[in-house]
């Protein structure tokens, strides 16, 4: 019987190389305007607040094989019970920040596209933009917690409440997508189609797109002067 292709790994170096990719973005808090430090703030609440437990649970219901559903129904669970949605908006209001209008047109493509992805159902592509969201957030919260700092918030929950689980959910949920890949990867040999080129596609697909959100959170363009 042929041997499964490590996706696992191939998955992961993507990962390293969007992070790093991003990393590079990051512009040093100490040489931003207070505009631009809000202006990531209200990006990522605006992108994260309403959709990043949706996000979660349509890939529950996207994914296939019972062990990725309990991983995620895990993950759900704690968005829930833990009340994340509110606990990011009480971290950016702390450091002075509502969602503005232009945060949300901002961010506007990147999302939709995201949300066109998981509305497709695809096992593979929503288990992996879940486990590229959860292994990317590590770096992301110390970022955001330096930002709140210096706009003087005081409330740091989510930051250190997803600093913690973050790397946990990350391995979860890395286990998740191997075993929806694994499980797609039976599926295509069976019906005659190369399944290393297609996986190898939703691979690209999901993590290009929330690579695409997470770059517009953190440099969008030219911002400056939009608040005072
Ligand atoms: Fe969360």
């Known amino acids: 019987m042929p041997v ?5 790994t191939g998955l ?23 505009p631009e430090l809000k202006g990531i703030l209200g990006r990522y609440a605006a992108a994260f607040t309403g959709f990043f437990s949706y996000w979660v649970a349509a890939s529950k219901e996207a994914v296939k094989t019972p062990h990725a559903k309990k991983l995620l129904g895990k993950n759900l669970l704690e968005e829930i019970e833990g009340n994340h949605p509110q606990m990011l908006f009480d971290f950016v209001r702390s450091a002075g920040v509502l969602p503005e209008a232009k945060d949300f047109q901002d961010i506007d493509k990147e999302v939709r596209h995201l949300n066109k992805v998981f509305a497709s159902l695809s096992p593979v592509k929503a288990a992996i933009i879940t486990a590229v969201l959860e292994a990317t957030a590590v770096d992301d919260m110390k970022y955001l917690a330096a930002i709140a700092k210096k706009l003087g918030s005081k409330n740091f929950t989510y930051t250190t409440v997803h600093g913690e689980l973050d ?9 998740a997508t191997e075993s929806e890949m694994r499980n797609r990867h039976s599926k295509l040999r069976r019906g005659g189609i190369d399944p290393e ?19 517009k959170i953190i440099k969008p363009g030219s911002e400056i002067g939009r608040r005072g």
């Open 197 to 215: 080129k297609e996986i190898k596609r939703d691979i690209a697909t999901a993590v290009s797109a929330v690579g695409r959100l997470l770059k």
């Open 167 to 175: 790397l946990e959910h990350t391995e979860e949920l890395l286990q």
């Open 4 to 8: 499964t292709p490590d996706y696992r």
């Open 12 to 34: 992961e170096k993507r990962i390293d190389k969007l992070s790093r990719s991003i990393n590079v973005l990051r512009t040093d808090i100490e040489e931003m305007e207070v």
